[in-house]
Nanobody
């Protein structure tokens, strides 16, 4: 199973980006998928997840600014990020395969991981 994250870039504070996570295996793409991020010198942390039942979770710092969604026909999960802030700067990684109906913020609950895409937000 391969996960391909894309859509990162360098933007100014207040601007928007949409990340995409393309999942090679359809059955895995229909399970829960999460986005995590890792800033320089910090541990990887949870950003958002969407469960197989389309239940969404967000970390508090992105609520109201980020939206997670999926396109089942394209086996792809998106993370729409608006009103970006410098503190959102990080490598963003997607992970999939979670089976919990409500989704999960725990890295250990995702068996499949993709590589990261860099998001840099300048003030």
């Amino acid at each position: 199973v391969q996960l391909q994250a894309s859509g990162g870039g360098q933007v100014l504070a207040g601007e928007s980006l949409t990340l995409a996570c393309a999942i090679s295996d359809r059955s895995v793409s229909e399970r829960g998928t999460g986005w995590f991020r890792q800033a320089p010198g910090k541990e990887r942390s949870f950003v958002a997840s969407i469960s197989w039942a389309d239940a969404a979770k967000y970390t508090d710092s992105v609520k109201g600014r980020f939206t997670i969604s999926r396109d089942k026909g394209k086996n792809t999960v998106y993370l729409q990020m608006e009103n970006l802030k410098p503190e959102d700067t990080a490598v963003y990684l997607c992970a999939s395969g979670n089976l919990f109906i409500e989704g999960s913020s725990q890295q250990a609950d995702y068996p499949y991981w993709g590589q990261g895409t860099q998001v840099t937000v300048s003030s």
